[in-house]
């Protein structure tokens, strides 16, 4: 599947501030206060501040991971969360390969929004676009109003994979993009494979790693 991937990308990048195999487009989406900025600077700066900045349009901030031997360039939107903008926003869509679907454990309406949040995605992004189902906030347990398992039946239906997360304590922030970067990188090389007429066992290969999700997801928190 690398060689398939790396196909995609047409001979790679020149160096300089291109240096990069891959560049992949991700955005972070769900109702305000969720998290979402807080989760975006976790990641990419390690830092986390309680104090709670509204984040006004869209931004975004650039991280480069490994994934094997190749370098890929994660170019991640952070979204404003508050109704006003989703016109700003939802025109952000086009084009991401990963979405990263926020809602918070201690807020139930948060939750209750992530089906429509799964709407705006298959109205506004491509068809292949991939989604991680996030309950962040996992750190607060005695506020918990949305059980772990609620989440992952939710996950389930919608066939999405979940995490629960702590921006705030650090946990599986850094498994969501991992996990996220995986799904994009095999839905790529299953295209490919669909795309090349002289695949035979090699693409069944492919198409059992993507479309077996692991039964159900342990509660990580
Ligand atoms: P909008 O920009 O309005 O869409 O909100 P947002 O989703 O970006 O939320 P933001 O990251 O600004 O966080 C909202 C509040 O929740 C802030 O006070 C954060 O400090 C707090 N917060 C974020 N993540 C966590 C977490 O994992 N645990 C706890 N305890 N608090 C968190
Ligand atoms: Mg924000």
Known sequence: SDMAVQSATAGG???????????FKLLIIGNSSVGKTSFLFRYCDDSFTSAFVSTVGIDFKVK???KGDKRVKLQIWDTAGQERYRTITTAYYRGAMGFILMYDI?????????????????TYSWENAQVVLVGNKCDMDAERVVSC?????LADQLSLEFFETSAKENINVKAV???LVEIICNKMAESLDKQDPNQGVKGTKLDANTTQKPPSQQCNC
Do not use: A, H, L
């Open 13 to 23: 990048q020149p160096s300089g501030d291109q240096n990069f195999d891959y560049m």
């Open 149 to 153: 398992d609620r989440g992952r039946q």
């Open 106 to 122: 201690t807020n139930e309406e948060s939750f209750n929004s992530v089906q429509d949040w799964c709407t705006q995605i298959k």
């Open 64 to 66: 480069t991971v490994f």
């Open 177 to 179: 993009f991992e996990k």
